[in-house]
Structure formats: C-alpha cells, structure tokens
Nanobody
Framework: LMQLVESGGGSVQAGGSLNLSCAAS?????MGWLRQAPGKERDKVAAIDSDGSTSYVDSVKGRFTISRDNMKNTMYLQMSSVKPEDAGMYYC??????????????????WGQGTQVTVSS
C-alpha cells in the first residue's frame, strides 16, 4: 500500500510564503495536492504528472508552484503571496493514471495524513 507523508505546513502571514513537501513510498504517474478548509469539501489545488505537466486551480495560479523529483519520489508545493483563503489541511495525493492529474479531487484514491496551513491576516 502506497504511503504519502506531508511536511512543511505551519502558520504564515498573508502575503508570505510556505513550502510543502510530500514523500511517497513508491512512484506514481500523477501526484497532487488537495486542500480541505473547515466545513468545505476537499478540492484539488495542483497536480503534476510524470512528464512534468501541471494543473492548478484558478485561485492559486501565478502564486503556487508544484514540482516533483521522480528520482526521490518527492513532490513539492511552493506557496507564495499566500492569502487567508489558502488556509486548510493540505493533503498529498497520488493516482496511477496520468490523466487523473487533469481531473478533480475525486480522481485521487490515495492520500496522506495532511499538513495544516494557517494564514493570519
């Protein structure tokens, strides 16, 4: 069973930056970050496939950058110009299908325990 471990969450002031990491126990063609705010559904924030093609939710385009190191089975999310609405639990997620990178959060069947991001205004 694939394991995903997130790290790097914490508190950040609005306008600041935060970097998240995800270590996977095995390779996955599609990896992504999901976010769940209190009382809301878990939504996809960004995803990246094995070729490096990326997708982002409109609200983070130009501010967040997703990347991965295939040799290390590690994925990253660089968050900049953070806004209060970016707060939530961030989950690393994976799917064996590259096409799932361009689908919604429902496509991801494996995810980690999550790392909390708090944004103060």
């Amino acid at each position: 069973l694939m394991q995903l471990v997130e790290s790097g969450g914490g508190s950040v002031q609005a306008g600041g930056s935060l970097n998240l990491s995800c270590a996977a126990s095995e390779y996955s063609y599609c990896m992504g970050w999901l976010r769940q705010a209190p009382g809301k559904e878990r939504d996809k924030v960004a995803a990246i496939d094995s070729d490096g093609s990326t997708s982002y939710v409109d609200s983070v385009k130009g501010r967040f950058t997703i990347s991965r190191d295939n040799m290390k089975n590690t994925m990253y999310l660089q968050m900049s110009s953070v806004k209060p609405e970016d707060a939530g639990m961030y989950y690393c997620a994976a799917s064996p299908l590259m096409s799932d990178c361009f689908s919604g959060s429902w496509a991801f069947k494996t995810w980690g325990q999550g790392t909390q991001v708090t944004v103060s205004s």
